[in-house]
T-cell receptor
Framework: ELKVEQNPLFLSMQEGKNYTIYCNYS?????LYWYRQDPGKSLESLFV?????AVKQEGRLMASLDTKARLSTLHITAAVHDLSATYFC?????????????FGEGTQLTVNP | ETGVTQTPRHLVMGMTNKKSLKCEQH?????MYWYKQSAKKPLELMFV???????ENNSVPSRFSPECPNSSHLFLHLHTLQPEDSALYLC?????????????????FGPGTRLLVL
């Protein structure tokens, strides 16, 4: 059974600081997503990482994928309050009936002034 | 209207009621999904439809009954629910890279239906 684990689950940080969220998964996969969810809202796709060594950046967020270590990271640079949200990683597994996403528990990020 | 829409956005129902959740996607996708999001738990995949055919039922109780009349619409029929079924129900859609059983591209989520079962 595929397990997707994120850490930390809760992160409180000050504006201007840097931090990294980690996503470990237990089964081979070559596609990983990062999503953002604001309170009471739906999930918004941030990044899709398709191959080993993939790195993508958007503003203050940068995501990377190491398929050999089964690890993805979401790095936050110089955090601002607007980044406060819950961040999910999700791993794609392809089976006999098609592919499915398995989500991590989510990391609730709070950026304090 | 664009993206993935869901109605109603909020629903309160008793355990003996029957209600339906509706999802519509305007993205030309060919796969649709129902997820359950409970407090302090990861998103749980409930059902998957590829090209209108159900390809996955993730051990969901029979009091939840999905229906996919076409590639753009997905319903979740609810009956005799329990209080522990209270949650945010999210619909998503994606495009499959090839035919049925092929890999999916990015899933796009609707705003969700917040369900409370009394």
């Amino acid at each position: 059974e595929l397990k997707v684990e994120q850490n930390p689950l809760f992160l409180s940080m000050q504006e201007g600081k840097n931090y990294t969220i980690y996503c470990n998964y237990s089964t081979t996969s070559d596609r990983l997503y990062w999503y953002r969810q604001d309170p009471g809202k739906s999930l918004e796709s941030l990044f899709v990482l398709l191959s080993n060594g993939a790195v993508k950046q958007e503003g203050r967020l940068m995501a990377s994928l190491d398929t050999k270590a089964r690890l993805s990271t979401l790095h936050i640079t110089a955090a601002v309050h607007d980044l406060s949200a819950t961040y999910f990683c999700a791993v794609v597994i392809v089976g006999t009936s098609g592919s499915r996403l398995t989500f991590g528990e989510g990391t609730q990020l709070t950026v304090n002034p | 209207e664009t993206g993935v829409t869901q109605t109603p956005r909020h629903l309160v129902m008793g355990m003996t009621n029957k209600k339906s959740l509706k999802c519509e996607q305007h993205l030309g996708h060919n796969a649709m999904y129902w997820y359950k999001q409970s407090a302090k738990k990861p998103l749980e995949l409930m059902f998957v439809y590829n090209f209108k055919e159900q390809t996955e039922n993730n051990s969901v109780p029979s009091r939840f009954s999905p229906e996919c009349p076409n590639s753009s619409h997905l319903f979740l029929h609810l009956h005799t629910l329990q209080p522990e079924d209270s949650a945010l129900y999210l619909c998503a859609s994606s495009r499959l890279a090839g035919g049925p059983g092929s890999n999916q591209e990015t899933q796009y989520f609707g705003p969700g239906t917040r369900l409370l079962v009394l």
